[in-house]
């Protein structure tokens, strides 16, 4: 979480500026599918998970992201039956599913460590679920034959667990868990024993998949980018408890507290007070920018109020001139880092602290792309309707 | 690294020097002509001849293969019990003094081991009349109980470094827990017994001291007979009896450690063919 | 995996697995163990089993235990065991560390082979290892000429020997234990070396060691767990040793398993045997203590290693 104090002159103050919030209304969700009641686990004196409440629709594929230690895996374990919560109810599909064994539940679970049977080769690991349902052996062969090619596996059927690359026995773990047509599936961390090329192809394959089985997926991540492209909502989870729940725009753009908006995305932080509220618009004062600044107002502020003041770097313009907008302040640029398609800006306000600003290299750097260099005096400007104001 | 380290190849010399040598000079001495152990008297089988021919010999042999096979399938029941004991139950009463139960009999001392199992068949003999003859029976269960402590060691640390996550897999899959300890735990455990029984079949078959104790009139184990020959000095037809067990032991050991070392190598080139494909 | 426990646990099945070990150890392990020490406490009688307890005799008769301090007979066994056992622990080390360092050294190939050719002579006949020794020590062998051939050439006419006496000396039991414990040193040593990071040596190089300052500050301190594994996996058996004294020892002197052995066998005093052989597993514990707390601490700093 970062919490980059700054000082910092100048700006015009208030001006209004009413971009209604779209946000904070929940995002379109299907038939409650699955629904978590108050549900608590303690071990021994830890507590793991605190009263978590949590719909998720039929269909959706829902990130339960979060450090480690955050109680993720904890809240997925006992959806495959595998802990017992120490308090609360789970529902699948309108079944209360306290008491039920992991082995009679509708769901499956793909391991973090894929848990591939070692002795056994990819065709029997996958066929190995649905030994324990009625059917014949020809229905079961074809239900074989059907998940291989869905996950493109087929000529590799007779293989053994370590003749495949850990790709691929990501994929065998997929097709067994979906063998059995889970009404709910669990992927513990998917991605994480991928290298990076193969995570992003397989993160679009998951997707399809998904969309072409319709079950439902709960993802366990604790990578934020992982959780943004691959779910349809998200819920922040720390220390035991849900932060909050949304879409990934929702979680990005409208955080609701310091905790989800620093570790979701970079953002500085800043220490303000409110002293007008004008509508739409709180204007707030901030001690590290050396002024007054027009935001966003939230719900249920007050005036002399102290907030946080939240700003994502790509939500910030950098120039050379003193740009005419709301919200302007002066700095000088200390560090920059060039990526090539954009820049990195380490800027001290006026007070000292570090603001971070993205740009975007919209031309080439040297024909006068870069909007400014080491030591140059500079104006940074932001949308009343891109600051966020935290109250917690 | 790329200096080669004389020091050490020749140390590593001179220690299988002063492995082999004995075994060697035991095994040429087994031809040797003169009823004098230590000293040439020409080449000759005769020693091998009379070993055949000694009744004695075989029995005891046979004596040591059942008692062997019987105490090494037993104590890898039992270890592997405590083995899967240990490993999978975390808490449970008496927990503490059950793992000491198991690693006791590793540092007791064998002789401690023997006094303490003969007094205990005495003693039994006494209050409660079994067993009535000291001999095959008590050999068998003294050479279980200290045998089986071994498989569960191995089994124990086999159990730990599985990824438990496979059988949570198997039961998330719908298999009920018996399925899971038959199709998924104890194959994937299974090299673990293997050796577990291995180890405690050698171990029965070798045991001097504590056999001594625990045996009765007639039970003759071929270690037992190898030692009352041996304490009256060297005798040719030990040599001839210890060159064939080396001989045996020799093969056994090589055909396993080529049939490994294939394994191995084939595990190798099927890895990198799993590499080639992931492109 | 508390949901298969817990199944385990509720149909009972539970305490089948830990109830039948666990008794079978109770029954043939635990009990023994317990008459061996109230044994120790009994009093010896002319009867049949040769101890009193309770009745005529005291119900705790320390006796033995006095004994162990005043009768010479059995602090002298027990320093001939030490020692043996000592010299016999440092000589494995001294040889068996160079050889394990060497195993790691050589190609992956060749490690397989001299890795079995250390394990061979484990699945031969113990008792044969010891007799194979018997062969070499005796007064006419030709490994004892040869060894008399050297001392001749190299020291004075006047100690000039007809042969070595070899057999049934300390020297002879402590070269026997050396040989068959040896493989006890080397494998853990072994294991241990072969899991330190080459990439170390290299940075010790890097930053100006030669070859054996490496080894003194880079491999050593490293390998101290599996020194103190493989010292003790020979030390402990060493010490309590029957089969090697016996057959190579010397008899005037001998090693503590032979005074239990012939306390228990020769003698008949079933409360002495036990007295001293308690004795001896307590001078046993000490060493015992030390290795688990190592193997503990070796155990946690890998686990802590693995876990992000």
Redesign the interface.
Known sequence: MPAAPHPAPPAPASAPSAQAPSALAPSAMARPFIRIEGVSKRFGSFQAVRDVDLTIGEGEIFALLGGSGCGKTTLLRMLAGFEDPSAGRIFIDGQDMTGVPPWERPVHMMFQSYAIFPHMSVERNIAYGLKHERMSAAQRADRVREMLDLVQLAPFAQRKPHQISGGQRQRVALARALARQPKLLLLDEPLAALDKKLREQTQFELMSIQSRTGVTFIVVTHDQEEAMTLADRIAVMDRGQVRQVGSPTEIYEYPNSRFVAGFIGAISTFAARVVRLTGEIAEVDIPAMDGTFAARSVPGLVEGQSVTLALRPEKISIAKTCPAAVNVVEGQVKDLAYFGKDSLYRVTLPGGDLISVHAVNARRADEGGRPADWDDRVWLSFEPGSAILLTD | ?T?R?V???T??C???A??????L??VV?SFNGSR?????GGFSTKWYVSLFSNRQVGAALLLSLQIALISATMATI??A??G??LA???R?R?RTL?SG?????L??????????????F??MA?WVGWPGQRGFTTIT??H???S??FV?TVVHARMLQM???????????????W??LR??TL??ISPALLSGWLLAF?ISL?D??ITSFTTGPGATTL?LL??SK??L??TPD??AL?SL??LT??V???LA?LVM?RAEKR?LA??R???R??E | MTALAQWFHRRGWRDLIIGIPYAWLILFFLLPFLIVVAMSLATRTPTAPPFGYGGDNPLINPAGYARLFTDSLYLRAFLTSLINAGVATVLCLLLGYPMALALTRVSKSWRTILLMLVILPFWTSFLLRVYAWMGLMGRNSWFNGLLTDLWNLITPQAWALQSIPMMNTNFAVVLVMVYTYLPFMILPLYANLERLDPALDEAAMDLGSRPFQVFRDVTLPQSIPGIIAGGLLVFIPAAGELVIPSLVGDAAAPMIGRIISDEFAQARDWPMASTVAVALLVLMVGPTMIYSRFQARAEGAETDGAKP
């Open positions: 690294m200096r380290p020091f050490l190849i140390v590593l001179f220690g299988f002063f492995f082999y040598i004995p075994i000079s035991m001495y004098l152990a230590t000293v040439w039992l270890g019990m405590a899967i004991a999978r139950f975390r449970f008496g059950f139960l198991v690693t006791a009999p540092i007791m001392p064998e002789v401690i081991t023997g006094i303490s199992s003969l007094m205990f005495i003693l006494q269960l003294a279980i109980t200290f089986m402590v569960t990824d438990r996550a496979i059988e949570e897999a198997a039961m998330d899959l719908g298999a009920r827990p399925q899971v199709d998924v194959p994937v050698t070798d001097v001291v270690p190898i030692w041996v304490k000095g060297v030990i040599n210890a067990i080396v032991v020799g056994c050991v090589a450690g070392n595990r099927e890895e063919l799993a590499y494909s992931n």
